[in-house]
């Protein structure tokens, strides 16, 4: 069966430091993978996605960036955290092909001092 | 702008009744429907999808679609305190890649 990993759990870092948040995927080939981010008390907001090696969309213009390295690996990263980056980091796959369902990571919470 | 729009509650409900929470989407051209169920400070947990108009029952849980209406609604039958959480719709509006997100309806189940 397909398993999704995600880390850290939980993050705590200072305005302005870098940030590297790792996901991946086991049990499949080839899945869509998605980064979004929860604020508090609000709904998901997709923040990139790709469907292959390489192949990155981002949805919202902002100082974060992804890369996807190798088939079942997504990266988030940014070089200069802001005070809003604060939130809940959920990375997501799904088989390719249109209206599939998506399933989530355990999320990592980053908190911006 | 594509939405969807969810009622966030708190909607509570007594133990053991019928738990209905609704969803509205603004696409008429949307093919995939999808809940999930969302604990306090966890990832968010698919537990149903519908694909047809019509409904899908899943033990406990039905899914109401009704395309003409640009609704979908989950319903949860025989509702337990475990159920207490906040439920997102989500609705694939381009049958690609992307899902849409309501904001999600809490939901509290009294014992």
């Known amino acids: 069966s397909q398993t999704i990993h995600q880390w850290p759990a939980t993050l705590v870092q200072p305005v302005g430091s870098p940030l590297s948040l790792e996901c991946t995927v086991e049990?499949?080939?080839?899945?869509?993978l998605y980064w979004y981010r929860q604020a508090a008390g609000r709904g998901l907001q997709l923040l990139f996605y790709?469907?292959?090696?390489?192949?990155i969309s981002s949805e919202v213009p902002q100082n974060l960036s992804a890369s996807r390295p190798q088939d079942r690996q997504f990266i988030l990263s940014s070089k200069k955290l802001l005070l809003s980056d604060s939130g809940f980091y959920l990375c997501?796959?799904?088989?390719?092909?249109?209206?599939?369902?998506?399933?989530f990571g355990d999320g990592t919470r980053l908190s911006i001092l | 702008q594509k939405e969807v729009e969810q009622n966030s509650g708190p909607l509570s409900v007594p133990e053991g009744a019928i738990a209905s929470l609704n969803c509205t989407y603004s696409d008429r051209g949307s093919q995939s429907f999808f809940w999930y169920r969302q604990y306090s400070g966890k990832s968010p947990e698919l537990i149903m999808f519908i694909y047809s108009n019509g409904d899908k029952e899943d033990g406990r849980f039905t899914a109401q679609l009704n395309k003409a209406s640009q609704y979908v609604s989950l319903l949860i039958r025989d509702s337990q305190p475990s159920d207490s959480a906040t439920y997102l719709c989500?609705?694939?509006?381009?049958?690609?890649?992307?899902?849409?997100f309501g904001a999600g309806t809490i939901l509290r189940v009294k014992s």
């Open positions: 989500a609705v694939n509006m381009e049958y690609g890649n992307k899902l849409v």
């Open positions: 997501a796959w799904s088989d390719t092909g249109g209206g599939q369902p998506q399933h």
């Open positions: 049990g499949t080939s080839n899945p869509n």
């Open positions: 790709s469907v292959g090696i390489g192949q």
